[in-house]
C-alpha cells in the first residue's frame, strides 16, 4: 500500500467533524495505530535526516578547526595569622583581610610575576612549550617568543578560605602543568625573597648603627663625666640655661645648615664623578630626574622612542617619517642635556648660598660665645656635652629597642604560602569540545 492510500483511512475529514459535535475528539486521537504513527515518520525521514546530517558535519567541521586548548590548575594555601609574640615586623606578609588577598592576587597577574616565570624557563621547558606551534610554523619562521609561550594564567581565590587557584591554558598539556606549577614556584620564590631579603638588610643595618651608637653614647658620656670632675660643676642657674637653650638653637640651625651644605656637596661629588664615568646615566640621580621640564622631556623621549621602534619595523633610516621622528629625538634630548646643565648650575649656586650660610651661623654662635662670657664658657661646654650625651644614649636605647624587635620577627619568619595542589597534564582540550 503505497503512503498516499493510506492516508484517508487515518483520520477522515467527516467521521472527525461528526464525533466533535458528539464531544469525542479524544477518541478520534486514540484511534491512531502505531502503523500509522510508522508510516508518518517514514514519510518525513527522508527530509530530516540529510539536513541532520549536514548539520552535524558543519559544527564538526567548525570544531575541528579551533586551536585545541589544555587547562591545568594548581593550589596554594595561606596559612592563618597568628601572632605569638606582639611585635612590630619589618615586612609582615601574612593575609589578614579581603585586601591582602587581592594583593596576592595582582602580584599574581603583575608583570613582574610573568617576567620571573619566563626567566625560570630552561631551553628544555621552551622547547616543551614551543612543540604545539612547530607544525603549523611556515618554512624559515621562528618559533614564538618565550613571552608568547606563556599562554593565559587566572588566578582565582576560593570564597571563605585562604586558597589560591592557578589556572593555566595552553595549547600543550604538559606545557599548562608546567607553567601552572612554575606560577606557585616562583610567587612563593617572590614571596621569600620580599621578606627575608628586607628582614635581613634591616638586621644588619640596625646591628652595625647600634654599635656605632653605643660608643658614640659612652665617648659623650665619659667626656661630660670628665669635664664634670676636672671643674666641680654641680648645678646651673637661670642665667645659665638662657644662655645654654641660646646656643642650641644656633647649634640646630648650624647643624641643619652643615647637613643640607654636605647633601649638596654629595650630591655635586656624585654628579662629577657619574660625568666622569657614565654621563647617560645622570637622569638617574634623582634631583636631576626631577629637576624643570625634565619628567615631561623624559615622558616625550620615551613616546618618541616607542614610535621609532615602531616605524623601524615598516621603514628603513633614511625614511621620511624615520628622519623626522630622528630628528624631534635629537632636539628632546638636546633640551634634556640644557636642562641638565641648567640644574647642575643651580645647584653649585645653592651649594655656594649654603656654604655663606654655615659660615654666617658659625660666626654667630661664636659671637654669641663672646657675648655672654660672663656667664661663663665651663657652663657653656659643660651643657653641650651634657647634650651631647642625652642625645646619643636616647638614640642608642631606640636602635637597640628597634633591633630587638626586629631580630625577634626575624626568628619567627615563615613564608604564609605553600602550594597545595600541583597542576597535572589535562587529558583532553577542554575546547574544542569534539564529544558534544
Do not use: C
Not at 640644557?338 to 661664636?366: C, F, G, P
Amino acid at each position: 500500500m503505497s503512503a498516499p492510500d493510506s492516508l484517508p483511512t487515518i483520520n477522515p475529514p467527516k467521521p472527525a467533524a461528526a464525533a466533535s459535535l458528539h464531544g469525542n475528539d479524544s477518541q478520534v486521537v486514540e484511534r491512531r495505530s502505531l502503523r500509522d504513527y510508522y508510516i508518518i515518520l517514514r514519510e518525513r525521514l527522508w527530509i530530516a535526516l540529510p539536513v541532520a546530517l549536514l548539520v552535524a558535519l558543519s559544527v564538526g567541521y567548525y570544531q575541528a578547526q579551533e586551536t585545541p586548548l589544555y587547562s591545568s590548575m594548581a593550589t596554594m594555601q595561606f596559612e592563618r595569622p597568628e601572632r605569638i609574640v606582639q611585635n612590630e615586623a619589618v615586612v609582615d606578609s601574612s593575609v589578614r583581610s579581603e585586601i591582602d588577598l587581592n594583593t596576592y592576587i595582582q602580584i599574581l597577574n603583575s608583570g613582574r610575576l610573568r617576567t620571573l616565570v619566563a626567566q625560570s624557563l630552561t631551553p628544555d621547558d621552551i622547547k616543551l612549550l614551543q612543540r604545539p606551534y612547530l607544525k603549523n610554523l611556515a618554512p624559515g619562521a621562528n618559533p614564538p617568543s618565550v613571552g608568547d609561550l606563556l599562554g593565559t594564567m587566572t588566578p582565582n581565590s576560593i570564597r571563605n578560605s585562604f586558597l589560591i587557584t592557578i589556572r593555566v591554558d595552553n595549547r600543550d598539556p604538559e606545557g599548562a602543568a608546567l607553567l601552572a606549577n612554575r606560577y606557585v614556584s616562583q610567587f612563593v620564590r617572590y614571596l621569600a625573597e620580599s621578606v627575608g631579603g628586607k628582614n635581613e638588610f634591616a638586621v644588619e643595618y640596625l646591628r652595625t648603627r647600634a654599635k656605632e651608637l653605643q660608643l658614640e653614647a659612652e665617648a659623650a658620656e665619659g667626656k661630660l663625666q670628665d669635664y664634670r670632675r676636672k671643674h666641680n660643676l654641680v648645678s646651673l642657674d637661670n642665667s645659665m640655661n638662657i644662655v645654654a637653650d641660646r646656643l642650641r638653637a644656633i647649634n640646630t640651625a648650624l647643624t641643619a645648615a652643615r647637613f643640607s651644605r654636605l647633601e649638596a656637596e654629595s650630591l655635586l661629588s656624585q654628579i662629577d664623578k657619574m660625568r666622569l664615568e657614565n654621563p647617560a646615566n645622570l637622569l638617574e640621580i634623582g634631583y636631576i630626574s626631577a629637576y624643570g621640564n625634565i619628567p615631561v622631556l623624559k615622558t616625550q623621549l620615551a613616546e618618541l622612542n616607542k614610535n621609532q621602534a615602531i616605524l623601524s619595523e615598516r621603514y628603513f633610516e633614511r625614511h621620511p617619517k624615520m628622519v623626522e621622528l630622528a630628528n624631534a629625538i635629537d632636539a628632546v634630548t638636546g633640551q634634556i642635556n640644557r636642562n641638565i646643565e641648567q640644574s647642575i648650575s643651580d645647584l653649585r649656586t645653592q651649594y655656594v648660598k649654603l656654604q655663606d650660610t654655615e659660615a654666617s651661623y658659625i660666626k654667630e654662635y661664636q659671637a654669641a660665645e663672646k657675648d655672654n662670657l660672663h656667664l661663663g664658657d665651663l657652663s657653656v661646654d659643660f651643657k653641650s656635652l651634657e647634650n651631647q650625651a642625652q642625645v646619643s644614649k636616647n638614640n642608642y636605647v631606640e636602635i637597640l629597642n628597634r633591633l630587638n624587635q626586629v631580630t625577634t620577627s626575624k626568628n619567627l619568619e615563615n613564608i604564609p604560602v605553600k602550594p597545595l595542589d600541583r597542576a597535572l597534564p589535562a587529558g583532553s582540550p577542554y575546547t574544542p569540545n569534539l564529544r558534544n
